[in-house]
């Protein structure tokens, strides 16, 4: 039962290992990713020599805490993806001291003849010493859940202070979704060994779990994470301060701005969508806002959010609505749907039109457009 999943998942994790650490631009983010899946394939690939040729591996301590990197590797793969400068930092081995350790002391103690390198606690395993190992692995896979998780759901609220639109691409929801599918398969692996240990014999290999997550895991980044792309810019363009804001421009820096400066980017930024119509950009993101005002992101953020009350995705979608119950009483438009509006108006998708819509005025498209005498 469990020989075929392990077939299938080496197969899927070297492919997918190939296919991102192949990948150009290579980006941080996809060594972290490529890495990940090709332990993956070391571990399944040990479990499966074990499985159909050895009663025991040589060496098996490592096999065992192979676990023990798949935590780090998740964190230090949102965080890249996250961070506006995505960086190695020598600090970050700290994450994977526990997995070094284990595999230091397996190569340190040797037992018996055969020279199996098995730690003596392993070799002559007590319940409680496979109780102490089940649950160092679950709380290391535990901990780094639910940091990704707070991550992630961090990262969501964050995103709508510098992007007009959602996507999967920078909310990351194929992501948070994965890690908890991962997750839950460790759960169940944990919960059936120890059904097993206390209770009965299962007719399965409680790994099953554990290898049947790791699959589908090995499938959706090859498919999502071969997709995914930097979500912020590399190398932000720099940002010229305003003519007239030149010789402030250290005092900002150093005791922040003052209420004047707030309502001038504020109406800075109301002239440029009038002027410009940026909004009607499906994909505008502040940086861009940044860049055309010659404003710093944050000072756009703060006077946003300070001045208007809101965030940048509340803004510009805003804006969009406004367009749109323009466009949709215009004679000019009488032949087009009222998707056909919301796209021309700059939204990206019938679900976030339909959302922001109802938000915003209270009614839903359709309910809208019914009181107008328009039936779409």
């Known amino acids: 039962m469990l020989e075929p999943v392990l077939y299938i998942g080496i197969t899927q994790s070297l492919f997918a290992g190939i296919v991102i650490a192949t990948r150009r631009p290579q980006i941080l983010s996809d060594r972290y990713l490529a890495a990940w899946l090709f332990i993956i394939a070391i571990e399944m690939i040990l479990a499966l020599v074990k499985l159909t040729w050895l009663e025991h591996l040589p060496y098996e301590i490592p096999f065992l805490v192979i676990p023990l990197i798949y935590g780090p590797l998740l964190l230090l793969y949102v965080r890249t993806l996250i961070s506006e400068e995505p960086i190695w930092k020598w600090t970050d081995l700290g994450h994977f001291t526990p997995f070094i350790v284990f595999l230091g002391l397996a190569f340190l103690f040797r037992t018996g003849s055969d020279e199996t390198g098995t730690l003596p606690v392993w070799a002559n395993a007590t319940r409680l010493a496979k109780i102490i190992y089940e649950l160092l692995i679950f709380s290391s896979l535990t901990t780094y859940s639910i940091t990704v998780y707070v991550l992630l759901t961090r990262h969501r609220k ?219």
């Open 158 to 376: 964050a995103i709508r202070e510098e992007f007009s639109f959602s996507s999967g691409r920078i909310t990351l929801t194929w992501l948070l979704f994965v890690s908890i599918t991962v997750y839950a398969s460790y759960l169940l692996t944990f919960l059936s060994a120890g059904i097993q240990m206390f209770v009965i014999h299962l007719p399965f290999d409680p790994k099953i779990f554990t290898f049947s997550g790791l699959t589908l895991f090995s499938f959706a980044f090859s498919f999502y994470g071969h997709r995914q792309a930097q979500i912020f810019s590399k190398n932000p363009i720099p940002i010229k301060p305003m003519e007239e804001e030149s010789a402030n421009s250290i005092k900002y820096a150093k005791s922040g701005l003052r209420i004047e400066d707030l309502r001038r980017f504020a109406n800075a930024m109301d002239e440029l969508m009038e002027d410009k119509k940026l909004y009607l950009n499906p994909e505008l993101t502040l940086a861009e806002v940044s860049e055309e005002l010659h404003v710093p992101k944050h000072h756009l953020t703060q006077a946003m959010n300070t001045e208007l009350g809101k965030n940048f995705y509340a803004y510009i979608n805003e804006l969009r609505v406004k367009k749109f119950m323009e466009m949709v009483v215009d004679p000019k438009y009488k032949n087009y749907t009222f998707l056909a509006i919301a796209f021309e108006c700059g939204f990206n998708s019938k679900s976030t039109f339909n959302s922001v819509f109802k938000r915003i005025t209270g009614f839903t498209p359709s309910e809208y457009l019914n009181s107008l005498g328009r039936f779409d």
